[in-house]
């Protein structure tokens, strides 16, 4: 028995601890996160009327400025278009890409990228206005279609209409606002884009939202995800356990309010090992043994940095629906923290 315990003790004295890689390096050195984001639709990223910048994928990047540099306001935002997105990630003008993007199988193995997870479901929408008759993607054959350069929706709409043998004329523009603004001033007959960037845009961005209708139809299941250059493991690890986080403390019930009194209070051993008072899981990160209760008192969990973005007393009030936890109906759920 004594020699089976002297084996597992050598073999966790063993286990490598993490080593800092070149953007994490990089990070620390210039005490920020350079983080793309779009810049431009509400609920995702864009500054207020004071500058501050908020959104679901702001909040994202706050939370990894707090795990690493142990301050949310370490942060650089980047406004990227879809177009020079990728080009800027992997040429390491930003330290991770959080800007509502699609994961896709060409995207994920082709570009030098890695998705770190998905922080928010949704689809290809198509927005008419409610003037024209059109209730229905059917109706739009013949139609001029307004879309951003770059993005995954307007080869979705594509693919659907000429499946139908139905014919249609793309006009794109390298940003959302400019393709919403064409729209609005009539060069268009129809405007695609994510159906959540499409609610976003009605709630927050025209005079007369009553004026415009989002069709029923959602012609894909798109994972938007936060992504990170290939080519190092430990910020990749800390992306994604920090997403994985923000679900993984909704599912348990950790919020901002509560999360430091947890610490002290806590007996269920999965609760202890997030918090960092049972194992110390940070560390193996590489970083604070209470980087989780760090992040959760900065941003909140998921529901929360949802909530405050897109929910109820937001003027999107966009339903969670597929956006909730499993416990909840929804298709978020985090990973085991053991």
């Known amino acids: 028995m004594k020699r089976l315990l002297l084996i597992a003790a050598l073999a966790l004295l063993a286990i490598p601890h993490a080593q800092a890689g070149v953007v994490l390096d990089r990070i620390r ?10 810049g431009v639709t509400a609920g995702f ?35 990227l278009t879809l177009s020079t997105r990728f080009a800027a990630l992997s040429s390491g003008e930003v330290d991770v890409l959080a800007r ?27 927005m008419v206005r409610r003037a024209s008759g059109v209730t ?31 014919s249609f004329t793309p006009v794109t523009f390298d940003r959302f606002p400019n393709v919403l603004e064409a729209f609005l001033a009539g060069r268009c007959d129809a405007v695609t884009s ?20 989002v069709l029923p139809e ?18 990749y ?23 430091r009194g947890l610490v002290a209070t806590a007996t269920d051993p999965a609760l202890k090992r997030i918090l960092g008072t049972e194992d110390n899981l940070g560390g193996m990160l590489g970083l604070s043994r209470d980087w989780a209760v760090r992040v959760i008192a900065a941003v909140g969990n998921y529901g929360e940095v949802y909530d405050r973005n897109f929910g109820p007393n937001t003027a999107i009030n966009l339903p969670r629906g597929q956006n909730n ?13 053991r």
Do not use: K
Not at 52 to 67: K, M, S
């Open 29 to 38: 050195a210039n005490n920020t996160v350079r983080c793309g984001v779009g």
């Open 45 to 79: 990223s864009l500054p207020d009327t004071q500058g501050e910048w908020r959104g679901l994928d702001v909040d994202y990047c706050r939370a990894l400025a707090t795990a690493v540099l142990g301050d949310p306001r370490r942060v650089t935002f980047v406004p």
């Open 100 to 126: 509502d993007t699609v994961q896709t199988f060409s995207r994920d193995v082709s570009l030098g990228i890695v998705f770190v997870g998905v922080n928010l479901y949704t689809g290809t929408g198509v």
């Open 136 to 166: 229905s993607l059917e109706q739009l054959t013949g139609a001029t279609i307004c879309a951003s350069n770059g993005g995954s929706n307007l080869p979705e709409v594509a693919d659907y209409l000429r499946a139908r043998n139905h």
């Open 194 to 213: 994510g159906a959540a960037d499409l609610a976003a845009a009605v709630a927050t961005a025209v005079n007369n939202p009553r004026d415009y209708l």
């Open 218 to 235: 959602v012609l894909s299941r798109d994972p938007y995800g936060p992504s990170v250059a290939r080519g190092d493991m430990e910020w």
């Open 237 to 259: 690890s800390i992306a994604r356990w920090t997403l994985a986080l923000l679900v993984e403390a909704e599912e348990r019930g950790i919020t901002q309010a509560n999360v």
């Open 325 to 337: 936890v499993v416990s909840r109906g929804g298709l978020h759920y985090g990973l085991p923290f």
